[in-house]
């Protein structure tokens, strides 16, 4: 009697199924335009940067606990940019090796080494970012807050901050909608302050400004924060990373504004989250934007500087004080003002003209926020290119032994299953085209690049993949000898197999997860085409290997137990005489 129709495999739909999946996937590949792999450092060269640390005050080395936290900083803001098998390494008391595959990888050279020191300063003034005039004053600080060279007249004005942001950006609160123009009036009346007036008796010396209640600035200070020209070489070296400093001149990043800072109100480390948003049209959004959120302490400490800055504004709208500067590694990112009241939400945003604050440059930000600032001042001491020539030796040695071994499955699957033996050796080549097109849409979409510790979890994947065909043609065999029909063999010797297979599978691909969590470097990149490979083979085994054994029980040459098919019931030494199942004609 024939088994009812529900019970009758369909070897047709899984078959379909997977040649969909199939198609799909290398559809994709061709439609993305990429068709090759691509490769990490060893096999196609890339970018070596050695940064040392500086030393701290007094010339004291760095401790082996911050060169770890430095390391692994770095190493998280090499991944947050999608870069797969870069190599972060420590090489004695204070050099860390970065190399980075590829080329074009610029953006990333220039991240990995930068402190990342992000600090929120209240502004006391504001000016234009060249200097006032080239001869160096002798500055004194009068009880009023001006501070006046010798032998000069005083100006009729002082300098003071404009009312309007910095061009960069500004940061809003969620609960902050847009920031207040000031009057004509009041930008007019900063825009002559900006600059002193020229007393009458030409001088050799200008005046340092002081606004009123800066009289405990340094002169030091307040000469550099005149003299600074931000179209130079000071846009750069103006500023610091000092976060005990309490007085500080910083320049814009455009060069185009210089400030002179007041005390650390907020901290980067304040800041638990920062992510990169894309325009909002509708909300009046047109950059990208950074948003941050801040945790406990930092959400306090920003709605005090904020309520201070809004209580200069109140007292005086064209007060610099309402400004409160970003400040990241000693450069003004943004010196938004505060008109709409204190931020108390704890969160803010970072944004700018869209000319500048690009897609690109908003997750290099938000990145380097998320990831915190170094513990330590590094200086790029040597960046060289590496090349792949010794890698591609290796490779070539790689794929030889896998080829070999290769060779000697398919010998052993053909001499011993022999027609039997064709079906693991199909399952192999789709499995090797699944691979292969995961492999290169992995690196188009999360940048995964294929090292030689990754072809070796290839490789070692053969053994993976056949030894689940050898537990399926062991079971199924096992049921031939028990005297049952190929086509009730084919279903009851996969139930048994099924299962094995399975934890079989599960317990490679734990191990590689487990390869993958606690491993760094090149390591990585075996236990994930390792577990990549394990899940292939478990979605091999069930859609083309068990579903392509079922179809080919319905033909004579199997049905039957021809002596090549690997299924003969007398070779096999069955018990009972085997009844021959129904079959179809061969195709």
């Known amino acids: 009697m024939a088994p009812p129709r529900s019970t009758i495999p369909k070897p047709g739909r899984a078959l379909l199924a997977l040649l969909a999946v199939m198609a799909a996937l290398t559809g994709l590949m061709f439609l993305n335009g990429q068709t090759t792999p691509k490769l990490a450092l060893d096999l196609q060269g890339g970018t070596s940067v050695t940064l040392t640390a500086k030393a701290g005050k007094g010339g004291k080395a760095p401790t082996s606990d911050q060169m770890n936290q430095a390391v692994s900083i770095i190493r998280n803001r090499v991944n947050g940019m999608g870069v797969s098998e870069a190599e972060v390494a420590k090489q004695g008391s204070n050099i860390i090796l970065v190399q980075v595959p590829g080329k074009g990888q610029a953006a990333v050279v220039a991240q990995v080494g930068t402190t990342a020191k992000l600090q929120f300063r209240q502004v006391f003034a504001e000016s234009a970012g060249t200097p006032a005039a080239t001869s160096s004053p002798t500055p004194s600080v009068t009880p009023s807050g001006t501070a006046t060279p010798k032998g000069t007249a005083t100006p009729s004005a002082k300098v003071t901050g404009s009312a309007s942001p910095s061009p960069k950006g500004r940061v809003l609160s969620q609960a902050l909608a847009a920031t207040a123009t000031p009057s004509p009036a009041a930008s007019s009346a900063a825009k002559a302050s900006a600059t002193p007036s020229a007393s009458a008796t030409p001088s050799p010396s200008a005046t340092v400004p002081a606004p009123t209640g800066l009289a405990s600035v340094p002169k030091a200070v307040l000469l550099q924060y005149e003299t600074a020209n931000c179209t130079g070489k000071d846009r750069k070296l103006l500023g610091s990373n000092d976060e005990t400093q309490q007085w500080v001149a910083s320049c814009d990043q455009n060069g185009q504004s210089k400030y002179l800072l007041g ?37 306090q400490q920003f709605l005090d500087a904020t309520t201070d800055a809004y209580n200069a504004y109140k007292k005086d709208p064209t007060s610099p004080q309402q400004q409160v500067a970003i400040v990241l590694d000693g450069q003004t990112v943004s010196a938004p003002t505060i008109t709409n009241g204190p931020i108390a939400g704890g969160t803010a945003q970072i944004y700018g003209p869209p000319s500048s604050f690009t897609q690109d440059y908003a997750t290099q930000l938000a990145n380097v926020l998320n990831y915190g600032a170094l513990p330590l001042d590094f200086e790029k001491s040597a960046i060289e290119q590496v090349s792949p020539t010794l890698g591609q030796d290796q490779l070539n040695a790689g794929l030889t032994a896998g080829g070999i071994g290769l060779v000697l499955v398919v010998l052993y699957c053909l001499l011993y299953y022999r027609a039997l033996g064709m079906v693991a050796i199909s399952s192999l080549a789709v499995a090797a085209g699944i691979t292969y097109v995961s492999v290169v849409l992995l690196g188009q979409f999360i940048n995964f690049r294929l090292s030689l510790e990754g072809i070796a979890g290839l490789i070692v994947a053969i053994g993976i993949t056949a030894d689940s065909f050898v537990v399926y043609f ?24 099924r299962r094995t297979i399975i934890v079989a599978d599960a317990v490679s691909f734990l191990a590689a997860l487990v390869l993958y969590l606690v491993s760094i470097g090149s390591v990585k990149g075996f236990a994930f085409t390792l577990g990549l490979t394990t899940l292939i083979d478990v979605a091999v085994v069930f859609l083309f290997t068990k579903p392509t054994i079922s179809w080919l029980a319905r033909f004579r040459f199997f049905g039957q137990g021809h002596p090549m098919s690997g299924l003969d019931p007398r070779r096999l030494g069955a018990k009972t005489k085997v009844t021959v199942s129904p079959v179809t004609k061969e195709a």
């Open 263 to 299: 005390p650390v109100r907020v901290k980067g480390e304040q800041i638990s989250s920062a992510s990169a948003m894309p325009p909002n049209p509708t909300a009046g959004q047109a950059s990208w934007q950074v948003n941050m959120t801040f945790k406990s302490l930092g959400t």
């Open 474 to 497: 062991e079971r199924l065999r096992d049921e031939v000898r028990e005297g049952r029909s190929l086509r009730s063999a084919v279903e009851r010797g996969w139930e048994r197999a």
